[in-house]
Protein backbone atom coordinates (compact mmCIF):
# COMPACT_ATOMS: atom_id res chain seq x y z
CA UNK A 1 0.00 0.00 0.00
CA UNK A 2 0.90 3.39 -0.12
CA UNK A 3 2.03 4.75 3.02
CA UNK A 4 2.35 9.30 3.74
CA UNK A 5 4.26 11.12 6.25
CA UNK A 6 0.68 13.78 6.45
CA UNK A 7 -1.60 12.32 8.42
CA UNK A 8 -5.16 12.71 6.96
CA UNK A 9 -6.58 13.30 10.83
CA UNK A 10 -5.72 16.65 10.51
CA UNK A 11 -8.07 17.37 7.72
CA UNK A 12 -10.87 15.64 9.44
CA UNK A 13 -12.16 17.86 11.62
CA UNK A 14 -10.10 16.54 14.81
CA UNK A 15 -10.21 18.88 17.66
CA UNK A 16 -7.08 20.83 18.41
CA UNK A 17 -6.47 20.95 21.91
CA UNK A 18 -4.27 22.95 24.18
CA UNK A 19 -1.29 20.48 23.65
CA UNK A 20 -1.66 20.17 19.14
CA UNK A 21 -0.87 22.81 17.09
CA UNK A 22 -2.43 23.37 13.43
CA UNK A 23 -0.07 23.88 10.60
CA UNK A 24 0.14 23.95 6.54
CA UNK A 25 1.23 20.06 7.01
CA UNK A 26 -1.44 19.08 9.31
CA UNK A 27 -2.68 18.63 13.20
CA UNK A 28 0.98 18.01 15.52
CA UNK A 29 2.93 15.98 17.13
CA UNK A 30 2.34 13.11 15.87
CA UNK A 31 3.81 9.93 16.32
CA UNK A 32 3.43 7.71 13.37
CA UNK A 33 4.55 4.03 12.91
CA UNK A 34 5.13 1.42 10.50
CA UNK A 35 4.81 -2.08 12.83
CA UNK A 36 4.75 -4.44 10.19
CA UNK A 37 6.25 -4.39 6.24
CA UNK A 38 3.75 -7.28 5.35
CA UNK A 39 0.91 -6.02 2.95
CA UNK A 40 -1.39 -8.03 0.32
CA UNK A 41 -0.14 -5.71 -2.30
CA UNK A 42 3.15 -4.48 -3.90
CA UNK A 43 2.07 -1.16 -5.05
CA UNK A 44 4.22 0.89 -7.11
CA UNK A 45 4.49 3.67 -5.21
CA UNK A 46 5.04 1.89 -1.67
CA UNK A 47 8.13 4.12 -0.67
CA UNK A 48 8.28 0.99 2.62
CA UNK A 49 8.95 -1.50 0.07
CA UNK A 50 6.24 -3.50 1.59
CA UNK A 51 4.59 -6.86 0.14
CA UNK A 52 2.94 -9.95 0.37
CA UNK A 53 6.23 -11.54 1.14
CA UNK A 54 7.89 -9.54 3.53
CA UNK A 55 7.71 -10.32 7.09
CA UNK A 56 9.50 -7.73 8.93
CA UNK A 57 7.69 -6.05 11.71
CA UNK A 58 8.48 -4.36 15.23
CA UNK A 59 8.66 -6.56 18.27
CA UNK A 60 5.16 -5.80 20.35
CA UNK A 61 7.53 -4.80 24.03
CA UNK A 62 9.66 -2.22 21.82
CA UNK A 63 6.46 -0.58 19.88
CA UNK A 64 3.98 -0.80 23.36
CA UNK A 65 7.47 1.35 25.08
CA UNK A 66 7.42 3.74 22.08
CA UNK A 67 4.31 4.56 22.19
CA UNK A 68 4.63 5.30 25.88
CA UNK A 69 7.32 7.68 25.29
CA UNK A 70 6.06 9.22 22.47
CA UNK A 71 3.36 10.12 24.51
CA UNK A 72 5.47 11.48 27.40
CA UNK A 73 7.39 13.53 25.13
CA UNK A 74 5.04 15.19 24.40
CA UNK A 75 3.29 13.42 20.62
CA UNK A 76 -0.45 13.40 20.60
CA UNK A 77 -1.52 11.45 17.29
CA UNK A 78 -0.97 8.18 16.84
CA UNK A 79 -1.04 7.49 12.96
CA UNK A 80 -0.58 3.50 11.95
CA UNK A 81 0.58 2.38 8.65
CA UNK A 82 2.64 0.22 6.77
CA UNK A 83 2.77 -2.36 5.18
CA UNK A 84 -1.15 -3.09 5.68
CA UNK A 85 -1.59 -2.23 9.32
CA UNK A 86 -5.06 -4.61 9.10
CA UNK A 87 -2.30 -7.33 8.83
CA UNK A 88 -0.84 -6.52 11.81
CA UNK A 89 -2.15 -9.07 14.58
CA UNK A 90 -1.75 -6.37 17.67
CA UNK A 91 -3.22 -3.56 15.96
CA UNK A 92 -6.06 -3.82 18.47
CA UNK A 93 -3.44 -3.33 21.36
CA UNK A 94 -1.49 -0.83 19.93
CA UNK A 95 -4.73 1.55 19.32
CA UNK A 96 -6.33 0.92 22.74
CA UNK A 97 -2.42 1.83 24.20
CA UNK A 98 -2.94 5.25 22.58
CA UNK A 99 -6.10 5.55 22.74
CA UNK A 100 -5.38 5.25 27.16
CA UNK A 101 -2.15 7.93 26.94
CA UNK A 102 -4.87 10.05 25.47
CA UNK A 103 -3.48 9.94 21.57
CA UNK A 104 -5.54 10.57 18.79
CA UNK A 105 -5.47 7.71 16.31
CA UNK A 106 -5.92 6.75 12.86
CA UNK A 107 -4.70 4.36 10.31
CA UNK A 108 -3.97 4.63 6.76
CA UNK A 109 -5.30 1.33 4.84
CA UNK A 110 -5.88 0.25 1.45
CA UNK A 111 -8.98 -0.93 2.46
CA UNK A 112 -9.34 -4.30 1.00
CA UNK A 113 -8.87 -6.05 4.18
CA UNK A 114 -11.34 -4.06 6.18
CA UNK A 115 -13.75 -7.11 6.79
CA UNK A 116 -17.01 -7.06 9.36
CA UNK A 117 -14.74 -9.42 11.52
CA UNK A 118 -11.67 -7.38 11.41
CA UNK A 119 -13.20 -3.96 11.68
CA UNK A 120 -15.05 -5.00 14.03
CA UNK A 121 -11.67 -5.18 16.55
CA UNK A 122 -10.56 -2.13 16.01
CA UNK A 123 -13.39 0.29 15.17
CA UNK A 124 -14.07 1.38 18.63
CA UNK A 125 -10.45 2.61 18.90
CA UNK A 126 -10.30 4.49 16.34
CA UNK A 127 -10.75 8.33 15.79
CA UNK A 128 -10.11 8.32 11.67
CA UNK A 129 -9.27 6.26 9.12
CA UNK A 130 -7.85 7.21 5.61
CA UNK A 131 -8.53 4.55 2.35
CA UNK A 132 -5.85 5.00 -0.55
CA UNK A 133 -7.60 5.93 -3.93
CA UNK A 134 -4.94 6.18 -6.84
CA UNK A 135 -7.36 7.35 -9.30
CA UNK A 136 -9.80 5.37 -11.52
CA UNK A 137 -10.44 1.90 -11.46
CA UNK A 138 -7.90 1.20 -14.32
CA UNK A 139 -5.41 4.01 -12.95
CA UNK A 140 -5.84 2.66 -9.30
CA UNK A 141 -5.54 -1.31 -10.31
CA UNK A 142 -2.75 -0.60 -12.11
CA UNK A 143 -0.28 1.40 -9.14
CA UNK A 144 -1.39 -1.39 -6.74
CA UNK A 145 -0.61 -4.20 -9.68
CA UNK A 146 -3.66 -6.26 -8.93
CA UNK A 147 -6.65 -6.19 -10.96
CA UNK A 148 -9.64 -5.97 -8.80
CA UNK A 149 -8.26 -4.09 -6.23
CA UNK A 150 -10.59 -1.26 -6.54
CA UNK A 151 -13.73 -3.31 -6.94
CA UNK A 152 -12.66 -4.91 -3.66
CA UNK A 153 -11.44 -1.64 -1.63
CA UNK A 154 -15.20 0.20 -2.62
CA UNK A 155 -16.74 -3.09 -1.21
CA UNK A 156 -15.62 -2.84 2.29
CA UNK A 157 -16.43 1.39 2.53
CA UNK A 158 -19.64 0.19 3.41
CA UNK A 159 -18.22 -1.63 6.80
CA UNK A 160 -16.21 1.69 7.58
CA UNK A 161 -19.05 3.60 6.90
CA UNK A 162 -21.68 1.25 9.28
CA UNK A 163 -18.42 1.15 11.96
CA UNK A 164 -19.17 5.18 12.42
CA UNK A 165 -15.74 6.12 12.19
CA UNK A 166 -14.46 9.01 10.28
CA UNK A 167 -13.08 8.30 7.21
CA UNK A 168 -11.30 9.82 3.80
CA UNK A 169 -9.77 9.39 0.77
CA UNK A 170 -6.34 9.69 0.55
CA UNK A 171 -4.66 10.23 -3.25
CA UNK A 172 -1.48 10.16 -4.76
CA UNK A 173 -0.54 12.87 -6.75
CA UNK A 174 2.34 12.02 -9.67
CA UNK A 175 3.21 14.32 -12.75
CA UNK A 176 0.44 12.86 -14.75
CA UNK A 177 -2.67 11.93 -12.82
CA UNK A 178 -4.27 15.69 -11.74
CA UNK A 179 -6.98 15.43 -13.94
CA UNK A 180 -8.28 12.21 -11.93
CA UNK A 181 -8.50 14.01 -8.61
CA UNK A 182 -12.00 15.10 -9.65
CA UNK A 183 -12.90 11.64 -10.16
CA UNK A 184 -11.22 10.97 -6.67
CA UNK A 185 -13.10 13.27 -5.01
CA UNK A 186 -16.68 12.74 -6.81
CA UNK A 187 -16.15 9.64 -5.61
CA UNK A 188 -15.68 10.32 -1.50
CA UNK A 189 -18.62 12.55 -2.01
CA UNK A 190 -20.82 9.26 -2.90
CA UNK A 191 -19.25 7.34 -0.37
CA UNK A 192 -19.79 9.50 2.34
CA UNK A 193 -16.03 10.45 2.62
CA UNK A 194 -15.06 13.57 5.27
CA UNK A 195 -12.08 14.61 2.84
CA UNK A 196 -9.66 14.04 0.38
CA UNK A 197 -5.86 14.56 1.10
CA UNK A 198 -3.66 14.64 -1.98
CA UNK A 199 -0.23 13.74 -1.08
CA UNK A 200 2.42 14.25 -3.81
CA UNK A 201 4.54 11.17 -4.58
CA UNK A 202 7.56 10.64 -2.66
CA UNK A 203 10.56 8.56 -4.85
CA UNK A 204 12.09 6.89 -1.86
CA UNK A 205 11.45 2.90 -1.78
CA UNK A 206 10.11 1.28 -4.62
CA UNK A 207 8.68 4.61 -6.32
CA UNK A 208 12.46 5.77 -6.49
CA UNK A 209 12.52 2.64 -9.47
CA UNK A 210 9.14 2.18 -10.85
CA UNK A 211 8.19 5.77 -11.02
CA UNK A 212 11.28 7.61 -11.20
CA UNK A 213 9.71 10.02 -13.45
CA UNK A 214 6.26 10.82 -12.19
CA UNK A 215 7.21 12.96 -9.35
CA UNK A 216 5.09 15.93 -9.82
CA UNK A 217 6.66 19.59 -10.33
CA UNK A 218 5.88 22.81 -9.00
CA UNK A 219 3.60 23.50 -11.57
CA UNK A 220 1.66 20.27 -11.23
CA UNK A 221 1.32 20.85 -7.44
CA UNK A 222 0.19 24.39 -7.92
CA UNK A 223 -2.53 22.95 -10.46
CA UNK A 224 -3.84 20.25 -8.07
CA UNK A 225 -4.25 23.04 -5.00
CA UNK A 226 -6.71 25.64 -7.36
CA UNK A 227 -8.26 22.56 -8.63
CA UNK A 228 -8.46 20.98 -5.20
CA UNK A 229 -10.35 24.22 -4.13
CA UNK A 230 -12.50 24.25 -6.88
CA UNK A 231 -13.64 20.63 -6.53
CA UNK A 232 -13.78 20.59 -3.58
CA UNK A 233 -16.46 23.70 -3.31
CA UNK A 234 -18.35 22.04 -6.04
CA UNK A 235 -18.95 18.53 -4.28
CA UNK A 236 -18.53 19.45 -0.61
CA UNK A 237 -15.88 17.80 0.12
CA UNK A 238 -12.87 19.04 2.26
CA UNK A 239 -9.59 18.71 -0.38
CA UNK A 240 -6.41 19.20 1.00
CA UNK A 241 -3.50 19.63 -0.90
CA UNK A 242 -0.13 18.16 0.80
CA UNK A 243 1.42 21.45 -0.89
CA UNK A 244 1.75 25.33 -0.40
CA UNK A 245 2.86 27.72 -2.93
CA UNK A 246 5.47 30.03 -2.56
CA UNK A 247 3.32 33.34 -2.08
CA UNK A 248 2.21 31.35 0.78
CA UNK A 249 5.59 30.54 2.55
CA UNK A 250 5.60 34.28 4.75
CA UNK A 251 2.70 33.30 6.28
CA UNK A 252 3.50 30.10 7.36
CA UNK A 253 6.96 30.90 8.51
CA UNK A 254 6.23 30.23 12.24
CA UNK A 255 4.86 26.69 11.39
CA UNK A 256 7.36 25.57 8.77
CA UNK A 257 10.67 26.73 10.85
CA UNK A 258 11.24 26.01 14.37
CA UNK A 259 12.19 28.67 16.78
CA UNK A 260 15.42 28.58 19.37
CA UNK A 261 15.73 27.62 21.50
CA UNK A 262 13.87 24.43 21.18
CA UNK A 263 11.90 23.41 24.22
CA UNK A 264 11.56 19.51 23.29
CA UNK A 265 12.01 17.55 19.87
CA UNK A 266 8.22 18.27 19.37
CA UNK A 267 9.60 21.62 18.02
CA UNK A 268 11.92 20.16 15.74
CA UNK A 269 10.17 16.94 15.19
CA UNK A 270 6.50 17.76 14.74
CA UNK A 271 6.19 14.49 13.09
CA UNK A 272 8.56 11.49 14.12
CA UNK A 273 8.18 8.07 12.07
CA UNK A 274 9.03 4.86 13.33
CA UNK A 275 10.13 1.83 10.99
CA UNK A 276 9.67 -1.66 10.63
CA UNK A 277 13.02 -2.50 11.28
CA UNK A 278 12.65 -0.13 14.50
CA UNK A 279 14.50 3.11 13.13
CA UNK A 280 13.33 6.62 13.74
CA UNK A 281 13.56 9.57 12.11
CA UNK A 282 12.09 12.82 11.64
CA UNK A 283 9.31 14.55 9.52
CA UNK A 284 10.25 12.04 6.08
CA UNK A 285 11.73 9.28 5.33
CA UNK A 286 13.97 11.01 2.67
CA UNK A 287 15.94 13.07 5.04
CA UNK A 288 19.61 12.43 5.20
CA UNK A 289 20.20 9.35 7.45
CA UNK A 290 22.70 11.19 9.86
CA UNK A 291 19.76 13.37 11.03
CA UNK A 292 17.66 10.50 11.85
CA UNK A 293 17.52 9.53 15.73
CA UNK A 294 18.83 5.61 15.80
CA UNK A 295 17.12 2.51 16.70
CA UNK A 296 14.72 1.47 19.25
CA UNK A 297 16.57 -1.90 18.95
CA UNK A 298 19.58 0.26 20.75
CA UNK A 299 17.89 2.63 22.75
CA UNK A 300 14.62 3.46 24.02
CA UNK A 301 12.74 6.43 22.17
CA UNK A 302 13.38 8.42 25.09
CA UNK A 303 16.75 8.14 25.36
CA UNK A 304 17.29 8.34 21.11
CA UNK A 305 15.53 12.00 21.81
CA UNK A 306 17.19 12.97 24.47
CA UNK A 307 21.31 12.48 22.46
CA UNK A 308 19.09 13.52 19.14
CA UNK A 309 18.67 16.87 21.08
CA UNK A 310 21.95 16.82 23.11
CA UNK A 311 24.44 16.22 20.21
CA UNK A 312 22.70 18.87 18.58
CA UNK A 313 21.51 17.01 15.45
CA UNK A 314 17.88 18.57 15.85
CA UNK A 315 19.60 22.02 15.30
CA UNK A 316 20.84 20.39 11.70
CA UNK A 317 17.42 19.62 10.64
CA UNK A 318 15.97 23.33 11.84
CA UNK A 319 19.02 24.97 9.96
CA UNK A 320 17.24 22.60 7.35
CA UNK A 321 14.22 23.74 7.36
CA UNK A 322 15.41 27.63 7.70
CA UNK A 323 17.90 27.38 4.77
CA UNK A 324 14.68 25.48 2.86
CA UNK A 325 12.28 28.83 3.97
CA UNK A 326 14.81 31.55 3.24
CA UNK A 327 16.29 30.12 -0.49
CA UNK A 328 12.41 29.44 -1.76
CA UNK A 329 11.58 33.01 -0.26
CA UNK A 330 13.85 34.45 -1.78
CA UNK A 331 13.24 33.20 -5.13
CA UNK A 332 9.88 34.39 -4.21
CA UNK A 333 10.38 38.13 -3.14
CA UNK A 334 13.03 38.20 -6.45
CA UNK A 335 10.36 37.26 -9.07
CA UNK A 336 8.02 39.65 -7.63
CA UNK A 337 10.73 42.64 -7.69
CA UNK A 338 10.05 45.52 -9.26
CA UNK A 339 12.84 45.45 -11.96
CA UNK A 340 12.57 41.27 -12.07
CA UNK A 341 10.94 39.41 -15.15
CA UNK A 342 8.49 37.42 -14.31
CA UNK A 343 9.54 33.84 -13.80
CA UNK A 344 7.05 31.07 -15.05
CA UNK A 345 9.14 28.34 -13.08
CA UNK A 346 9.08 30.36 -9.86
CA UNK A 347 5.48 32.40 -10.13
CA UNK A 348 3.18 29.70 -10.96
CA UNK A 349 5.23 27.23 -8.62
CA UNK A 350 4.43 25.05 -5.18
CA UNK A 351 5.89 22.80 -3.27
CA UNK A 352 5.82 19.56 -1.00
CA UNK A 353 7.43 21.31 2.23
CA UNK A 354 9.04 18.03 3.31
CA UNK A 355 10.62 17.13 0.16
CA UNK A 356 12.58 20.16 0.00
CA UNK A 357 13.77 20.12 3.83
CA UNK A 358 15.00 16.66 2.80
CA UNK A 359 16.72 17.31 -0.07
CA UNK A 360 18.31 20.19 1.55
CA UNK A 361 19.45 17.72 4.47
CA UNK A 362 21.42 16.11 1.96
CA UNK A 363 23.60 18.08 0.94
CA UNK A 364 26.50 20.37 1.80
CA UNK A 365 25.40 23.46 2.27
CA UNK A 366 23.21 22.74 5.35
CA UNK A 367 26.77 21.37 7.25
CA UNK A 368 28.37 24.84 6.21
CA UNK A 369 25.52 26.71 7.40
CA UNK A 370 24.86 24.54 10.60
CA UNK A 371 29.01 25.38 11.54
CA UNK A 372 28.39 28.82 10.83
CA UNK A 373 25.98 29.04 13.04
CA UNK A 374 27.87 26.99 15.70
CA UNK A 375 30.77 30.32 15.02
CA UNK A 376 27.92 32.64 15.28
CA UNK A 377 26.77 31.11 19.04
CA UNK A 378 30.51 30.94 20.28
Not at 93 to 101: E, G, H, I
Not at 237 to 245: K, L, M, N, Q
Request: hydrophobic share 45%; glycine share 6%.
Amino acid sequence: MMTTDIHLDAHFGAQSGGQLFESPTGIAPVLQVHPTRRCNLACAHCYTLSAPAVSEQLDWDVLSACVQDAALLGYRQLAVSGGEPLLYKRLPDLLKQARALGMLTSITTNGMLATPQRWSQISDQLDVVAISIDGTEAEHDLMRGQQGAFAKTLSHLAVIRASGVAFGLIFTLTQHNVDSLEFVVQLAAQQGARSVQVHPLTLYGRAAASLSDARPDGLELLVAIAEAKRIGQQLGVAVHVDAISLQQLSAYHRHLVPAYPLANITDAAPILIVQADGAVLPLTHDVDHQLWLGSLYQKNLSGLAQDWMQHGVADRLVQACEQTWNELNQHDRADHADNAEPTTEIQHTAVYWYDEVAARTRTRSNDKLFMLREIQAA
